[in-house]
């Protein structure tokens, strides 16, 4: 093995980027938008929710409730009508009706109170919204007039006591995008290599099999690297997003991904018969990757059955490693199970990758 | 054994149920030019990827420069040509011809003065920064040429090299190959021009993966009473494409 060879096909790689202007622009711009995207569409929290308050209370205390809703969470409007605000309801002019019944705050110091919620659930993030919203305005309004519970539950963040929803949100994207973008490119690239003829061509020369997947793996795995970096920049600048521990091992973690993606999308075009067969399989990839590798949904709230699949997953180990990294403030010393698996998951691909391309080679 | 540059002993390799090349036995001498002739599917291409060790073959032995195949250090000494372009369409030429002197092992001063001789032989000086996709089908051929004669090997391995290449290129390829092998390389080389072919040293004319007549072009025309090269073959060979 000779590493001026290997550079060689590394060299090769960034200079067909620098004349391919698609690829090139597949390369660089696709994580940007996966990462805006991603970014505004799940980065806030719920907010302007139409609700109507119904208040028939002749007391104090249902508008002191009402005042302490959050007006950046609920859009709020107020009807005299129960009857023609439960019909804005049914046809979905708004997400719920907030109703106190008359004689609400006597019936408080008889400890017989009731506030009538009526709710659209039919989406469950704004409906948890809602029942949060006015638990929360309830318990204020309770202790500004100085009411006291017997039991009360004090939280103390061990971690992420400043977390963001998207700070938990970008390492799953970054994931995500790095490894689909370098699975996807080294198929590409591989199938291309093959139907012009030029890997054949190469290998009639002193390059051997391993050098070429090495040198794939090297080049796409720094393509990573300028991926993550850009991603993780505008997770930082544009989403407030803090990273607690170390960026450079968060940077570590990506490109070794990215690596991983490399080295299998080279296995799967090395076992297709066909480009379109390789093309095939990335659905196959990018599928579970998205249900299953617990990027939006932790892997406890997939069924038991399912998660044997999420542990044979690349980005599984990358996504937990680089939470821990980002929120957690982990060290090295904390992840490194999760990076040995990702080091032998790219050990694995790449000596499959290589196996393949020998036995290819010798039909 | 020190004579010879290639030696093919018994090679055997068949795809499936169709045998592609049956038993073939043959030697080449250093410094020779060598025709592959025969009509398409006579088995010429697998051949020579059969020697370059781009295909395993079922049997038989293959020796390059006294080396057995398969042998990834011998290859340095080879050029090879493939039939197919096989050049990175995204590159510049000079880029395809500086990944190839990576891959060989050269130092960049004589890359560089190598480069030149080179794209002056192929003519191709002025188009050194252009892209391979924006070039003729004339160009990229000898494009790929000069990715087979770079590095300076002694032996050099060309399958169809002339097709798409105009008569004054091809009269000057010609003449480059001879002076080659006057300074020592073997060429082999496979071809569907009857003028190359008288051209080589000696011809192993193939038919349904057989050497089916080798030896000079002049002696096989007398041994067989034809008036030119393209009966010898017509005479000697059955095309599978042409019988549909």
Not at chain 2, 39 to 63: M, Y
Not at chain 2, 143 to 159: F, K, Y
Not at chain 2, 195 to 216: F, T
């Amino acid at each position: 093995m000779k590493l001026e060879r290997i550079l060689a096909v590394s060299k090769k790689t960034f200079w067909e980027l620098r004349h391919d202007k698609k690829l090139l622009a597949y390369a660089i711009i696709t994580p940007i938008i996966l990462m805006v995207l991603f970014g505004l569409a799940f980065g806030g929290q719920v907010q302007d929710v139409k609700i109507i308050i119904v208040n028939e209370d002749s007391g104090h205390l249902a508008s002191e409730i009402v005042k302490n809703l959050d007006r950046g969470t609920f859009t709020i409007s107020e009807s005299q009508n129960l009857e023609a605000s439960l019909d804005r309801l049914r046809n979905g002019k708004c997400w719920a009706i907030i109703y106190f019944p008359e004689n609400f705050t006597k019936n408080v110091l008889l400890g017989k109170a009731v506030i009538k919620v009526y709710l659209d659930r039919s989406n469950l993030n704004i409906a948890e919204t809602i029942v949060s919203g006015v638990n929360g305005a309830l318990m204020k309004t309770l202790s500004e007039n100085g009411a006291k519970l017997p039991i009360n539950v004090e939280y103390s963040a061990v971690y992420g006591k400043e977390a963001k929803f998207m700070d938990m949100f970008l390492p799953g994207v970054v994931s995500l995008a790095v490894f689909l973008i370098s699975t996807i490119l080294s198929v590409l690239s591989f199938i291309g290599e093959r139907n012009m003829g030029t890997l054949e061509r190469a290998l009639a020369t002193p390059l051997r099999e391993e050098e070429i997947v090495l040198g794939y793996s090297l080049a796409f795995g720094l393509i990573g690297v300028i991926q993550a970096s850009m991603m993780m920049l505008i997770g930082i600048f544009g989403f407030n997003v803090e990273i607690t521990g170390s960026p450079v091992l968060a940077f570590f973690i990506v490109s070794l991904l990215a690596v991983v993606g490399v080295n299998l999308g080279m296995l799967l075009s090395n076992m297709a018969k066909s480009e379109a067969q390789a093309v095939q399989f990335v659905p196959m990839v990018v599928v579970p990757t998205f249900l299953l590798s617990g990027i939006f949904w932790p892997v406890e709230a997939i069924p038991k059955y399912l998660r044997p699949f999420s542990y044979l997953l690349p980005p599984t180990y990358a996504v937990d490693s680089l939470r821990s990294v980002i929120i957690r403030g982990w060290g090295i010393e904390k992840v490194w199970r999760d990076i040995a698996v990702l080091i032998g998951f790219g050990v694995l691909f790449l000596t499959l990758a290589i196996i393949n391309m020998e036995k290819r080679g010798s039909k | 054994m020190d004579n010879w540059a290639l030696i093919i002993k018994n090679l055997r390799k068949s795809y499936g149920d169709l045998i592609a090349v049956n038993g073939i036995s043959f030697k080449v001498e250093k410094g020779e030019i060598f025709g592959l002739l025969g009509p398409n599917g006579a088995g010429k291409t697998t051949t020579i990827k059969s020697i370059l060790g781009l295909l395993k073959p079922d049997s038989g032995e293959v020796h390059i420069l006294g080396r057995k195949m398969p042998d990834k250090e011998v290859l340095g000494k080879v050029g090879y040509m493939p039939q197919e372009l096989a050049l990175y369409l995204n590159l510049t030429v000079e880029e395809n011809l500086r990944f190839y002197a990576h891959l060989y092992g050269f130092p960049g001063e004589r890359f560089e003065d190598k480069k030149k001789e080179i794209l002056k032989f192929v003519g191709l000086k002025k188009f050194k920064n252009r892209i391979i996709s924006e070039l003729s089908g004339g160009m990229q051929r000898r494009v790929s040429l000069a990715c087979a004669l770079l590095h300076e090997p002694e032996v050099l391995i060309l399958d169809e090299p002339t097709v798409g290449v105009d008569p004054h290129l091809r009269a000057s390829f010609w003449k480059h190959f001879r002076e080659l092998s006057e300074r020592g390389v073997t060429i082999l080389i496979t071809t569907h021009y009857m003028d190359e072919a008288m051209k080589c040293d000696r011809i192993a004319i193939m038919s349904e993966g057989q050497i089916v007549a080798l030896s000079n072009p002049i002696v096989l025309m007398e041994e067989t009473h034809s008036e030119n090269l393209e009966e010898v073959v017509l005479k000697l060979t059955i095309s599978k494409e042409a019988e549909g």
